[in-house]
T-cell receptor, first 113, second 116 residues
């Protein structure tokens, strides 16, 4: 157990809908990374937050957004969902933005029908 | 831009034997980090080993070692004395170092199957 929690574990929704994925980092970790793992694109970095502020942005679609709250949990919002958004979404946390070690959560499996 | 290439989609190894999983990378950065992660069928991502670009010695963690050849831009993972529990997907990844973000760029992975 990495200490990172993600909810829900599974999510099934229809095209055009909006969902929110939640991540609670390990206690004391300030940095949260979001990754998407799909059959087409493999594992790719979406976005990073550090202590409530956006630190780095990757291949994140405009339909997706994220934020990190004062209690350091993070949410990834996916809207206008398409079939191709079906994927496993991971969050990972690290102590700070200069620590290479990232602890991955168990992931949220999103299925868009 | 950073790129990771894993050329072996699948590998088989006999239990108790050693196996090498290949990884080559491309980057114009001088300072970077190289990682290996394991993903069992249950789906979680497990950190195995890290090598910094300025580290002179190859990283080792228990049965895992990273064979780092900077001039060849390769970072192969060596697993010694394979166990049945080593059957999983293995991902090589890299990141920039010291830029305030260790966002990871992953390869496509190698599926390792350990045969009893």
């Amino acid at each position: 157990d990495s200490g990172v929690t993600q909810t829900p574990k599974h999510l099934i929704t229809a095209t055009g809908q909006r969902v929110t994925l939640r991540c609670s980092p390990r206690s004391g970790d300030l940095s949260v990374y979001w990754y998407q793992q799909s059959l087409d694109q493999g594992l790719q970095f979406l976005i990073q937050y550090y202590n409530g502020e956006e630190r780095a942005k990757g291949n994140i679609l405009e339909r997706f957004s994220a934020q990190q709250f004062p209690d350091l949990h993070s949410e990834l919002n996916l809207s206008s969902l398409e079939l191709g958004d079906s994927a496993l979404y991971f969050c990972a946390s690290s102590v700070d933005s200069y620590s290479y070690e990232q602890y991955f959560g168990p992931g949220t499996r999103l299925t868009v029908t | 831009a950073q790129k990771i290439t894993q050329t072996q989609p699948g590998m088989f190894v006999q239990e108790k034997e050693a196996v090498t999983l290949d990884c080559t990378y491309d980057t114009s950065d001088q300072s970077y980090g190289l990682f290996w992660y394991k993903q069992p069928s249950s789906g979680e991502m497990i950190f195995l080993i890290y090598q910094g670009s300025y580290d002179e010695q190859n990283a080792t963690e228990g049965r895992y070692s990273l064979n780092f050849q900077k001039a060849r831009k390769s970072a192969n993972l060596v697993i010694s004395a394979s166990q049945l529990g080593d059957s999983a997907m293995y991902f090589c990844a890299m990141s920039r170092s010291g830029a305030g973000s260790y966002q990871l760029t992953f390869g496509k992975g190698t599926k390792l199957s350990v045969i009893p």
